[in-house]
C-alpha cells in the first residue's frame, strides 16, 4: 500500500482515538500535545538554528501568566488572548535575548538556564502583586469557541491537536523558506554564513523571537486547560524536557520532535507502576542514544534546495 496512504488512515485513526480511549488517556494525548507543540517551538532554535537554548519555560510562563492575569482581572475571553500571550513572551524575549545574542555554545546555555530561574524566581515573588506567588492564580476561564465552552478533556484534544498540525504545517513551510536556509547556513558554519552577507545576530534574534511567540501561545492553551497555574509548572526541569524531546528525536526533525514527545511524555504515563525506575531508564535511554545515534531517532529530512543542488550535481 502507498506510503501516502497508510499515513493518511493513521491519522484519521488518531483523530478518532477519543472515541474509543477513556478520559484519563485522552488527557494524555493533551499532555503530549502540548509538549509537542513547546518541543517545536523550541526545535526553531535550538535544531533549526543551532542555539544552545535551555530556558524555554520562561517563554511559556510569561504566556501563561498573560493569559491568566488578563482572563482573571479584566475578563477577556481566552481565545482573543492567544496571539496576544504570544507578542508578550515575543516581547520579553527580545528584550532577554538582545544582549545576550551574540554568546555561543556553552556560554549561551548557561545564561538561558539563569533566564528560567529568574522568571521561576520573580513569579514566586508576586511581581507588582500580580502573579499570586506561590500559589499561582485561579479561576482561569475555558476556550470558548463560537459558542462552544471547550472544556472536556476530548474538546481540548481536537483543539491542541489542530493547533498542532498547524504549527507543523507552519514550521515546514518557515524551514523551506529564505529565511530557513539562512538560519541552517548560520547552524552549519557561521563564518561561511556571515561571509555571504547574513546578518547573524538579527537572524538568531528572529529565530529566538519566533520560538518565544509559539511557547507563549501554548502557555494560552496550558492556562485555560489547568484553569490554575503556579510557578511549579515552570521550572528548570521543564526546559531540560523539551530540550531532550528535541535531542532524542532528532535536532531540526519536525516528525522526529513529535515522536519524542510520545516517548518521553507518553511512555512514563504506560509505565507509571515503575515509576521509581522509569526515570533511571530513560536517562540510561538518552545515553544509549548519545552514543549509538547522536543525530536522533528521525534525522531531519534533506532540504529541498539540498535535493536541488544534488540533482545539478549528478546532471553536471
Known amino acids: 500500500m502507498n506510503r501516502k496512504y497508510i499515513t493518511t488512515i493513521i491519522v484519521i485513526a488518531f483523530f478518532l482515538s477519543p472515541l474509543f480511549l477513556n478520559s484519563y488517556w485522552v488527557d494524555v ?24 537554548h535551555m530556558g524555554h519555560a520562561a517563554f511559556f510562563a510569561v504566556g501563561a501568566y498573560t493569559t491568566a492575569i488578563l482572563n482573571t482581572m479584566y475578563h477577556i475571553p481566552i481565545i ?46 508576586n511581581i507588582f502583586g500580580l502573579t499570586g506567588g ?9 476556550p470558548n469557541l463560537l459558542g462552544l465552552v471547550i472544556r472536556r478533556p476530548e474538546h481540548f484534544f481536537y483543539y491542541i491537536w489542530i493547533f498542532l498540525a498547524i ?9 523551506n523558506s529564505r529565511f530557513g536556509r539562512a538560519l541552517n547556513y548560520i547552524k552549519e558554519d557561521e563564518v561561511a554564513a ?14 529566538f523571537v519566533i520560538g518565544a511567540f509559539w511557547a507563549g ?18 521550572t528548570f ?14 535536532s531540526g526533525s519536525i516528525s522526529g520532535v513529535i515522536l519524542g514527545s510520545f516517548l518521553l511524555i507518553g511512555l512514563p504515563e504506560i509505565f507509571r507502576e515503575f515509576s521509581q525506575a522509569r526515570m533511571l531508564a530513560f536517562g540510561l535511554a538518552m545515553i544509549i542514544m548519545m552514543i549509538v545515534r547522536p543525530q536522533g531517532l528521525i534525522p531531519p ?11 545539478k550535481f549528478a546532471e553536471n
Do not use: Q
Not at 167 to 175: A, C, G, I, N
Open 29 to 52: 494525548l493533551n499532555n503530549i500535545g502540548i509538549y509537542a507543540i513547546l518541543a517545536l517551538s523550541l526545535n526553531f532554535i535550538l535544531g533549526d538554528t543551532g542555539l544552545f
Open 167 to 175: 504549527s507543523v504545517f507552519l514550521f515546514e513551510r518557515l524551514r
Open 237 to 250: 526541569w521543564e526546559s531540560v524536557v523539551y530540550f531532550c524531546i528535541v535531542i532524542l528525536g532528532g
Open 134 to 142: 506561590s500559589n499561582g492564580i485561579f479561576g482561569i476561564s475555558r
Open 217 to 234: 501561545m501554548v502557555g494560552n492553551i496550558y492556562a485555560s486547560k489547568m484553569t490554575i497555574i503556579s510557578p511549579e509548572s515552570f
Open 80 to 125: 482573543l488572548l492567544i496571539p496576544f500571550s504570544g507578542i508578550t513572551a515575543a516581547i520579553f524575549a527580545y528584550l532577554v535575548a538582545r544582549p545576550i545574542i551574540h554568546l555561543r555554545g556553552d556560554y549561551l546555555l548557561i545564561v538561558t538556564i539563569g533566564i528560567v530561574e529568574i522568571v521561576r524566581i520573580a513569579l514566586i515573588n
Open 301 to 311: 529530512p534533506p532540504r529541498k534546495y539540498d535535493v536541488y543542488m544534488d540533482k
Open 194 to 207: 556571515e561571509g555571504t552577507g547574513v546578518n547573524i545576530a538579527r537572524y538568531k534574534l528572529i529565530a
